[in-house]
């Protein structure tokens, strides 16, 4: 791979927020290494470019350009942990042939009971026939009509036990699907919603007025996390990733939405608290890592002190979910500039048009 083309995959916008930038610089880097324009090459190449994950950059750069579909796929099955196209595609399939069997067997059951009415109808005929009925008649219809009904019912038996099992291997599909999609939404590393699932669920605070008026976001960043990885290496970085997403998680109510966004970014969506009760959850969180201990008992080696700055902005604030987060990021960044290690609100601010320096930010 050229220089140039690595360039364009390595180099990551100066943030997440800037997606204009981000999603030029995608489609450009597929353009120039000929990747097909398929919604998960884009969202692969995303995640390279905003995510700040190195081994899916070095992953893409060794396979040169115009790498196949299915290596590309393979990198995301191997590094992202998604290999949701295929799976879910395969039990897409497995439903449709399951639905294919109960029709055909309830199509079964229909012409079975069209054959056994058929036979009830003739019964009925003849025995409503003005000639006399002889013991002979009445043998053949009584013998006709119990052959019938015990091959209805034997009938009628066998398709509900294999609609019975059928069903039961569509709820199991059904499962699948389910656990699919949650792994779609799941960061793979730390195991809490990803970068997609948080703007979904950022979009539904804007679809009525009273989610706007009960919610905040809140976006917190590690400090000097760079500086982690160069120091300690990309393992010891990716397992204080996990300790913080959990640190995280269980500091906030269970019912937040807590989600990492990109790199070291996490986001907490909060409903139902008004601003000062936001900046208490903030601090709580902020105060939780400060004083977790990031020792490899092992070793003997501390990590520590790990810090995260804050910035949080109430949903009143903004004017849509991508106004709410450029926000609630110029409040994260104010904390950075202000010395790091503190939570800053957005309607601290003095004015809505608080600048950034963006070199700083990347090495903050």
């Not at 009925?133 to 053949?140: D, H, I, W």
């Not at 960061?187 to 997609?196: G, K, M, Y």
């Not at 010891?236 to 990109?262: C, H, M, P, W, Y």
């Not at 520590?304 to 004017?319: D, F, H, K, N, R």
Request: with cysteine.
């Amino acid at each position: 791979m050229s220089t140039a083309e690595e360039t364009t995959q390595v180099e990551r916008p100066d943030h997440p927020v800037n997606r204009p930038d981000a999603a030029a610089t995608v489609v450009l880097t597929m353009r120039q290494l000929g990747v097909a324009g398929l919604p998960r090459n884009y969202e692969l190449f995303y995640e390279a470019v905003t995510g700040g994950r190195r081994d899916l950059v070095d992953a893409l750069s060794e396979l040169g350009a115009r790498p196949t579909q299915k290596q590309l796929d393979e990198v995301a099955a191997r590094v992202l942990g998604r290999g949701d196209e295929a799976a879910v595609e395969e039990a897409h399939s497995k439903i449709v042939t399951k639905l294919s069997e109960i029709i055909a067997l309830l199509r079964k059951e229909r012409t079975s009971m069209e054959t056994y009415g058929k036979i009830l109808g003739e019964t009925s005929s003849g025995l409503a026939a003005p000639q006399p009925l002889s013991r002979e008649f009445l043998e053949k219809i009584i013998s006709v009509t119990a052959t019938a009904t015990r091959t209805s019912l034997a009938s009628q038996r066998e398709i509900v036990s294999s609609i019975g099992n059928k069903s039961n291997e569509l709820q199991s599909v059904k499962m699948q699907l389910e656990e699919y999609k949650r792994l779609a939404d799941t960061d793979a590393l730390t195991q809490i919603s990803n970068r997609r699932a948080f703007d979904r669920a950022l979009g539904t605070i804007y679809d009525s007025n009273r989610n706007i008026v009960f919610s905040a976001l809140i976006l917190a960043d590690i400090d000097r996390f760079k500086t982690i990885n160069d120091r300690f290496g990309h393992p010891v970085g990716d397992r204080i990733l996990q300790i913080v997403a959990n640190l995280i998680r269980s500091t906030v109510k269970a019912e937040a939405f807590v989600a990492r966004t990109g790199g070291e970014e996490f986001a907490i969506i909060l409903e139902g608290h008004g601003e000062d009760a936001t900046c208490r959850v903030a601090e709580e969180v902020r105060q939780t890592i400060l004083d977790a201990p990031f020792v490899n008992t092992a070793k003997g080696t501390n990590y520590g002190p790990i810090t995260v700055s804050l910035g949080l902005c109430m949903a009143t604030q903004a004017q849509s979910p991508d106004d709410l987060y450029a926000k609630a990021d110029r409040a994260l960044y104010a904390s950075k500039t202000a010395g790091r290690n503190r939570t800053t609100r957005f309607s601290a601010l003095k004015d809505g048009n608080f600048g950034k320096n963006w070199l700083l930010y990347r090495n903050s």
